[in-house]
């Protein structure tokens, strides 16, 4: 039976390239199987033909450790998340990191809010953090993208209070992650419609039908479904990122069933192709 899974992950290898852009992992999607076996892990990754992950940590093992592991499955860091807090108060230590993996992004995917409240003062904050961190980043040749997670898109004025940050985003840009912002009552294609130049990183993620959004930034993680099965415009986006130059698109799925989901979710984008 392994045999038979193996083979079917190498027959997917090469499938991951749409164009200029290149379809990778956000390792998220595979803590659960880290907790047991990193090394394994990074092989399962390896033989889906995915060459390109977000990541940021070592899973318990040393930088070299990890590092020559990701070597030898021919695996490139090529974003890493950070901390909001680390952002604002330390971000040589965010910068050293990147830097250590070689990353050319850095994600941020939370800014920490008391309960549900999140509003203008708390969009004006995370906004002057992210542009003096992004500054900070950009003399190393880093971009910084803010992952906005839903509670963004509360109405302000004729827009929203992600239209706020993105109009005053002067050294960051943002990850879309389709998934959350869909969540969150915006449309993800009008987004990169609106604002063409503000995304430089996506995650590809897709919610079951029936799920009804809200402004949390939270949700059940087995209402990911693979890709093109749910309610979120997966090829009019991915489309739409052909079309911008969007350079990496994440597929990030944080169910249970990520290890047989993933490799029907590359099988899609490849009939997208």
Not at 96 to 103: I, V
Not at 106 to 123: G, R, S
Request: negative net charge; hydrophobic residues 40%.
């Amino acid at each position: 039976m392994m045999k038979k899974v193996l083979t079917l992950f190498m027959a997917l290898a090469g499938m991951v390239t749409l164009e200029a852009q290149e379809v990778g992992l956000q390792l998220y999607s595979l803590r659960n199987q880290f907790k047991e076996d990193v090394p394994g892990t990074l092989k399962i990754i390896k033989g889906w033909g995915i060459t390109k992950i977000e990541g940021g940590g070592t899973y318990g093992l040393s930088m070299d450790e990890f590092k020559a592991l990701l070597q030898s499955n021919n695996l490139d860091v090529v974003s890493v998340g950070a901390g909001f807090e680390d952002l604002e108060n330390n971000v040589q230590k965010v910068i050293d990191n990147a830097k250590a993996f070689g990353a050319k992004y850095v994600m941020c995917a939370w800014v920490p809010h008391d309960d549900n409240k999140w509003d203008l003062e708390e969009t004006q904050h995370a906004t002057e953090v992210f542009n003096k961190s992004g500054k900070e980043l950009k003399k190393h040749g880093i971009t910084l993208a803010y992952h906005a997670h839903g509670y963004e898109f509360r109405p302000y004025k004729d827009g929203t209070l992600f239209d706020y940050m993105a109009e005053h985003a002067k050294h960051f840009t943002f990850e879309l992650d389709v998934f959350w912002a869909h969540h969150g009552g915006a449309d993800p294609l009008a987004l990169m419609k609106k604002y063409p130049k503000k995304f430089t990183l996506m995650h590809l993620k897709d919610m079951r039908h029936g799920v009804k959004g809200n402004n949390t930034g939270h949700e059940d993680v087995e209402t990911n479904v693979v890709l093109g099965q749910g309610q979120v415009d997966i090829a009019g986006t991915v489309a739409e990122a052909k079309k911008l130059g969007i350079e990496y698109m994440f597929i990030e799925d944080e169910s249970s069933r990520v290890v047989e989901q993933v490799p029907q979710s590359l099988e899609y984008l490849k009939t997208l192709e």
